[in-house]
Protein backbone atom coordinates (compact mmCIF):
# COMPACT_ATOMS: atom_id res chain seq x y z
CA UNK A 1 0.00 0.00 0.00
CA UNK A 2 0.88 3.84 -0.46
CA UNK A 3 -0.36 7.30 0.55
CA UNK A 4 -3.39 8.33 -1.69
CA UNK A 5 -5.24 11.18 -1.94
CA UNK A 6 -4.61 14.55 0.57
CA UNK A 7 -2.11 12.65 2.83
CA UNK A 8 0.49 12.81 0.37
CA UNK A 9 0.07 16.52 -0.05
CA UNK A 10 0.40 16.99 3.32
CA UNK A 11 3.93 18.40 4.00
CA UNK A 12 4.94 16.24 6.33
CA UNK A 13 3.79 13.39 4.35
CA UNK A 14 5.48 14.38 0.92
CA UNK A 15 8.70 12.92 1.91
CA UNK A 16 6.61 9.19 1.87
CA UNK A 17 4.88 10.12 -1.49
CA UNK A 18 6.70 6.97 -3.39
CA UNK A 19 7.37 4.50 -0.69
CA UNK A 20 4.94 1.38 -0.71
CA UNK A 21 4.56 -0.55 2.51
CA UNK A 22 3.37 -4.05 3.24
CA UNK A 23 1.08 -4.88 6.63
CA UNK A 24 0.90 -8.62 7.67
CA UNK A 25 -1.75 -9.76 9.69
CA UNK A 26 -1.55 -12.92 11.41
CA UNK A 27 -3.29 -14.90 14.30
CA UNK A 28 -1.14 -16.08 16.92
CA UNK A 29 -0.22 -19.67 16.16
CA UNK A 30 1.06 -17.99 12.67
CA UNK A 31 3.03 -15.92 14.70
CA UNK A 32 4.74 -18.58 16.63
CA UNK A 33 5.00 -20.60 13.51
CA UNK A 34 6.77 -17.36 11.73
CA UNK A 35 9.53 -17.51 15.13
CA UNK A 36 10.10 -20.46 14.95
CA UNK A 37 10.81 -20.89 11.38
CA UNK A 38 12.52 -17.88 11.66
CA UNK A 39 15.04 -19.53 14.01
CA UNK A 40 15.12 -22.73 12.17
CA UNK A 41 16.14 -20.81 8.37
CA UNK A 42 18.99 -19.22 9.51
CA UNK A 43 20.39 -22.75 10.02
CA UNK A 44 22.13 -24.35 6.73
CA UNK A 45 19.81 -27.33 5.79
CA UNK A 46 22.79 -29.64 5.55
CA UNK A 47 23.25 -29.17 9.15
CA UNK A 48 19.81 -29.45 10.73
CA UNK A 49 19.81 -33.58 11.59
CA UNK A 50 16.95 -35.41 9.11
CA UNK A 51 14.73 -35.85 12.51
CA UNK A 52 14.28 -32.05 13.55
CA UNK A 53 13.34 -31.52 9.84
CA UNK A 54 11.10 -34.16 9.89
CA UNK A 55 9.46 -33.39 12.76
CA UNK A 56 9.31 -29.43 12.21
CA UNK A 57 7.08 -30.55 9.16
CA UNK A 58 5.04 -32.52 10.75
CA UNK A 59 4.28 -29.14 13.46
CA UNK A 60 3.70 -26.90 10.54
CA UNK A 61 0.90 -29.20 9.66
CA UNK A 62 -0.33 -29.62 13.38
CA UNK A 63 0.11 -25.68 13.21
CA UNK A 64 -2.30 -25.21 10.18
CA UNK A 65 -4.85 -27.80 11.40
CA UNK A 66 -5.62 -26.25 14.71
CA UNK A 67 -4.87 -22.49 13.43
CA UNK A 68 -8.05 -23.38 10.89
CA UNK A 69 -10.02 -24.98 13.99
CA UNK A 70 -9.53 -21.73 16.05
CA UNK A 71 -11.01 -19.97 13.15
CA UNK A 72 -13.48 -22.22 12.39
CA UNK A 73 -14.78 -22.79 16.18
CA UNK A 74 -14.89 -19.03 16.19
CA UNK A 75 -17.51 -18.63 12.99
CA UNK A 76 -19.33 -21.28 14.73
CA UNK A 77 -19.75 -19.55 18.17
CA UNK A 78 -20.84 -16.08 16.26
CA UNK A 79 -23.24 -18.21 13.64
CA UNK A 80 -24.39 -20.01 17.33
CA UNK A 81 -25.30 -16.35 18.97
CA UNK A 82 -26.93 -15.15 15.93
CA UNK A 83 -29.23 -18.01 15.56
CA UNK A 84 -29.97 -18.31 19.23
CA UNK A 85 -31.23 -14.49 19.45
CA UNK A 86 -33.23 -15.02 16.21
CA UNK A 87 -34.79 -18.03 17.70
CA UNK A 88 -35.90 -16.02 20.94
CA UNK A 89 -37.31 -13.36 18.89
CA UNK A 90 -39.27 -15.80 16.84
CA UNK A 91 -40.45 -17.60 20.65
CA UNK A 92 -38.88 -20.36 19.85
CA UNK A 93 -37.53 -21.19 22.81
CA UNK A 94 -37.47 -24.58 22.83
CA UNK A 95 -34.45 -24.17 20.69
CA UNK A 96 -32.04 -22.21 22.87
CA UNK A 97 -29.60 -23.32 25.05
CA UNK A 98 -28.61 -21.65 28.22
CA UNK A 99 -26.20 -19.05 27.67
CA UNK A 100 -25.18 -15.29 28.95
CA UNK A 101 -25.75 -14.11 25.35
CA UNK A 102 -29.12 -15.82 24.78
CA UNK A 103 -30.12 -15.04 28.41
CA UNK A 104 -29.69 -11.01 27.72
CA UNK A 105 -31.70 -11.30 24.76
CA UNK A 106 -34.68 -13.10 26.53
CA UNK A 107 -34.51 -10.83 29.32
CA UNK A 108 -34.66 -7.93 27.32
CA UNK A 109 -37.64 -9.02 25.37
CA UNK A 110 -39.57 -10.33 28.59
CA UNK A 111 -38.24 -7.88 31.01
CA UNK A 112 -37.20 -4.96 28.84
CA UNK A 113 -33.54 -3.69 28.06
CA UNK A 114 -30.92 -2.45 31.24
CA UNK A 115 -27.76 -1.32 30.24
CA UNK A 116 -26.44 -1.07 33.49
CA UNK A 117 -26.10 -4.73 33.53
CA UNK A 118 -22.72 -6.66 32.88
CA UNK A 119 -21.37 -9.50 30.96
CA UNK A 120 -20.40 -10.85 33.67
CA UNK A 121 -23.74 -10.60 35.45
CA UNK A 122 -25.57 -12.55 32.45
CA UNK A 123 -22.86 -15.07 32.70
CA UNK A 124 -23.31 -15.43 36.42
CA UNK A 125 -26.59 -16.08 36.11
CA UNK A 126 -27.08 -17.93 33.09
CA UNK A 127 -24.88 -20.50 35.70
CA UNK A 128 -27.31 -20.37 38.30
CA UNK A 129 -29.63 -21.19 35.84
CA UNK A 130 -28.08 -24.41 34.70
CA UNK A 131 -27.32 -25.50 38.16
CA UNK A 132 -30.86 -24.93 39.00
CA UNK A 133 -31.54 -27.31 36.04
CA UNK A 134 -32.69 -25.20 33.32
CA UNK A 135 -31.26 -26.44 29.78
CA UNK A 136 -33.24 -24.28 27.64
CA UNK A 137 -35.17 -20.79 27.35
CA UNK A 138 -38.70 -22.83 27.12
CA UNK A 139 -37.75 -24.48 30.70
CA UNK A 140 -37.65 -21.00 31.80
CA UNK A 141 -40.37 -18.69 30.14
CA UNK A 142 -42.98 -21.96 31.71
CA UNK A 143 -41.24 -21.66 35.04
CA UNK A 144 -41.87 -17.78 35.11
CA UNK A 145 -45.45 -17.99 33.47
CA UNK A 146 -48.18 -16.04 35.43
CA UNK A 147 -45.43 -14.16 37.23
CA UNK A 148 -45.26 -10.20 37.36
CA UNK A 149 -42.14 -8.61 38.15
CA UNK A 150 -43.19 -5.51 38.02
CA UNK A 151 -45.75 -6.36 40.75
CA UNK A 152 -43.36 -8.50 42.98
CA UNK A 153 -41.16 -5.41 42.78
CA UNK A 154 -43.87 -3.16 43.93
CA UNK A 155 -43.73 -5.45 47.14
CA UNK A 156 -40.37 -5.66 48.12
CA UNK A 157 -39.41 -1.91 47.20
CA UNK A 158 -40.49 1.48 46.57
CA UNK A 159 -38.65 1.58 43.25
CA UNK A 160 -37.69 -0.23 40.41
CA UNK A 161 -34.96 -2.79 40.87
CA UNK A 162 -32.47 -3.73 37.85
CA UNK A 163 -33.32 -6.02 35.38
CA UNK A 164 -31.15 -9.01 36.81
CA UNK A 165 -32.73 -8.15 40.22
CA UNK A 166 -36.41 -8.61 39.21
CA UNK A 167 -35.36 -11.83 37.51
CA UNK A 168 -34.76 -13.05 40.64
CA UNK A 169 -37.71 -12.42 42.11
CA UNK A 170 -39.50 -14.21 39.26
CA UNK A 171 -37.45 -17.40 40.14
CA UNK A 172 -38.38 -17.19 43.81
CA UNK A 173 -41.97 -16.72 43.38
CA UNK A 174 -42.10 -19.30 40.92
CA UNK A 175 -39.87 -22.17 42.34
CA UNK A 176 -39.56 -21.14 46.09
CA UNK A 177 -37.57 -23.04 48.34
CA UNK A 178 -36.03 -25.08 45.18
CA UNK A 179 -34.46 -21.70 44.58
CA UNK A 180 -33.00 -20.78 47.68
CA UNK A 181 -31.96 -24.49 48.02
CA UNK A 182 -30.55 -24.27 44.75
CA UNK A 183 -28.62 -20.68 44.52
CA UNK A 184 -24.80 -21.05 45.36
CA UNK A 185 -25.50 -18.75 48.27
CA UNK A 186 -28.18 -21.24 49.39
CA UNK A 187 -25.82 -22.38 52.34
CA UNK A 188 -25.46 -19.11 53.56
CA UNK A 189 -27.92 -18.39 56.44
CA UNK A 190 -28.20 -14.64 55.96
CA UNK A 191 -29.34 -15.86 52.38
CA UNK A 192 -31.57 -18.11 53.27
CA UNK A 193 -33.67 -15.72 55.83
CA UNK A 194 -33.45 -13.18 53.44
CA UNK A 195 -35.27 -15.12 50.92
CA UNK A 196 -37.75 -17.01 52.83
CA UNK A 197 -38.82 -13.18 54.66
CA UNK A 198 -39.36 -12.28 50.48
CA UNK A 199 -41.61 -15.35 50.03
CA UNK A 200 -43.73 -14.97 52.92
CA UNK A 201 -44.16 -11.21 51.59
CA UNK A 202 -44.86 -12.53 48.37
CA UNK A 203 -47.89 -14.70 50.64
CA UNK A 204 -49.22 -11.86 52.67
CA UNK A 205 -49.98 -9.90 49.24
CA UNK A 206 -51.92 -12.77 47.44
CA UNK A 207 -48.84 -13.79 45.37
CA UNK A 208 -49.38 -18.02 45.38
CA UNK A 209 -45.42 -19.14 45.53
CA UNK A 210 -44.93 -22.26 42.69
CA UNK A 211 -42.27 -24.83 43.10
CA UNK A 212 -41.14 -25.44 39.73
CA UNK A 213 -38.72 -27.72 38.50
CA UNK A 214 -36.99 -28.18 35.08
CA UNK A 215 -38.54 -31.03 33.57
CA UNK A 216 -34.58 -32.14 32.02
CA UNK A 217 -32.90 -31.91 36.33
CA UNK A 218 -34.37 -35.07 36.44
CA UNK A 219 -33.09 -36.83 39.43
CA UNK A 220 -29.86 -35.05 39.69
CA UNK A 221 -29.83 -33.40 43.12
CA UNK A 222 -29.01 -29.34 42.93
CA UNK A 223 -25.64 -28.41 43.84
CA UNK A 224 -25.11 -25.35 45.45
CA UNK A 225 -21.67 -24.99 44.85
CA UNK A 226 -21.11 -25.48 41.38
CA UNK A 227 -21.56 -22.21 40.33
CA UNK A 228 -19.58 -20.43 42.99
CA UNK A 229 -16.39 -22.86 41.98
CA UNK A 230 -17.24 -21.92 38.73
CA UNK A 231 -17.25 -18.35 39.15
CA UNK A 232 -14.12 -17.71 41.36
Keep these: M ?78 FTQQARESVEKGELAKVEITSDALRTYLNRRLGPDSRMSDYSYEWTARILRNLGFTNLQELDECLAGYDDDQLNRFLHPTRQGQLTRFEYLLLAAMGDAYIDGHPWGTLEWFRQVNQERLKF ?10 YIPPSRGKVALDPKAPAEAGD
Design 2 to 79: RLTGPRKRLPEYQRFENFVAEIQVRTVLQHAWAEIEHDIQYKSAVTIPTDIRRRFMALAGLLEIADREFQQLQDYDKE
Design 202 to 211: FGMHGIETGT
